[in-house]
């Protein structure tokens, strides 16, 4: 009889983390927010590099303040952190969001007047709220911070979120300008502005309540982070198949590479559904032990041919690293670093 409850083949992708990385780079990030406390956006599954990894690495480093963005997000949360350190960014459309806040105890963010009056008739309490200073999505707009009903709430954080922190643009100094007005009018415990970017605007944008988030997993948003945040993921493969190739055959769909050269290629555990996405077909290379493997031919869903020759010793089962400098990474594949991170796929074992 056919068992369901067998236990599982070892994987052929695997997503490592460097938890001393990621507790530096709170650190740092923590560090330099002054006389502010640095939180950790840990949505998207920490950024796709799964919670209950990272969490209990960012508590042990001193963090205190958590943002996801959905209430499905919260559970894996408020397995490490207590409820009350936990925000979910995209606030309550109804009352059964409401009712769920209130049960588990995280707080939600009030992103509109609809929302702010859903929150006090349902029963009110400790919540955080988003003013749009200037980016145009979630939070209540310039025009409506006046509104007697905020008075009514018990906020904990007043925030907004920069547009183009990444960026050496007049729409910054204009977004603090228009979030201090704010401040000065709805009372609340704690202000917060900057995100990994915005940290390293300067202590100005600080305020109470920095929200790092690509920063603390080995993104480089700014020049002046460059050289002082680590990498944090690193994943690798392992190789399905080597085979060798004669001069004229071709490799993958639609033989966009021919061989001219009779070679050596690893078949690779890696494509677009792990988040090797189709625009590293013709760029880059994985690695093992200091030598470069390029990529030949187009990225498929499960699978990438590499050239072997610069490590002749490898074999079926061996692992390659996948290049995870996220700035270098973005460069070459031209995707941002946020997608490089949150697009990793549900296959790794973390």
């Known amino acids: 009889m056919p068992d369901p409850s067998a236990e599982l083949p070892p994987p052929t992708l695997r997503l490592g983390l460097d938890h001393h990385a990621l507790a530096e780079n709170w650190r740092l990030l923590d560090r330099l927010s002054g006389s502010a406390e640095a939180g950790a956006a840990v ?21 205190r303040s958590f943002f996801v963005a959905h209430w499905s997000e919260v559970p894996a949360v408020i397995k490490h952190a207590a409820p009350e350190t936990v925000s979910v960014l995209h606030g309550p459309l109804n009352e059964a969001d409401a009712a769920f806040a209130r049960t588990t105890g995280v707080k939600p963010v009030l992103n509109s007047l609809h929302q702010v009056r859903l929150w006090l008739n349902t029963g009110g309490g400790l919540c955080d709220v988003m003013i749009d200073s200037g980016i145009n999505r979630l939070g209540l707009s310039l025009s409506e911070i006046g509104d007697p009903a905020l008075h009514n709430l018990e906020i904990d954080v007043l925030m907004s979120h920069l547009a183009s922190a990444d960026e050496n643009s007049d729409l910054n100094a204009v977004q603090l300008q228009r979030f201090r007005q704010a401040a000065q009018q709805i009372p609340a415990r704690r202000l917060s502005l900057a995100n990994s970017a915005g940290i390293a605007l300067g202590p100005e944008y600080a305020f109470g309540l920095t929200r790092p988030g690509l920063a603390l997993y080995g993104g480089v948003p ?100 996948i290049p995870f400098d996220l700035p270098e990474a973005s460069r070459t594949s031209g995707l941002s670093q946020y997608e490089l991170l949150t697009t990793l796929g549900p296959r790794y074992r973390r």
């Open 43 to 63: 949505k998207a599954n920490a950024y796709g590099l799964g919670v209950t990894s990272v969490v209990p690495t960012l508590l042990e480093a001193g963090a």
């Open 222 to 321: 700014r020049p002046e982070l460059a050289g002082r945040i680590a990498p944090v993921a690193k994943p690798e493969a392992a190789i399905l198949q080597r085979r060798q190739l004669n001069p004229g055959d071709t490799v993958g769909y639609n033989a966009v590479f021919t061989a001219t050269r009779k070679m050596d290629v690893g078949v690779v555990s890696l494509g677009y559904a792990d988040g090797f996405l189709r625009c590293w077909t013709g760029k880059g290379a994985l690695a093992s032990g200091g030598a470069r493997l390029p990529l030949l031919g187009k990225v498929s869903m499960d699978m990438v041919v590499i050239d072997i020759s610069a490590a002749p010793h490898l074999r079926e089962g061996d692992w390659v690293e």
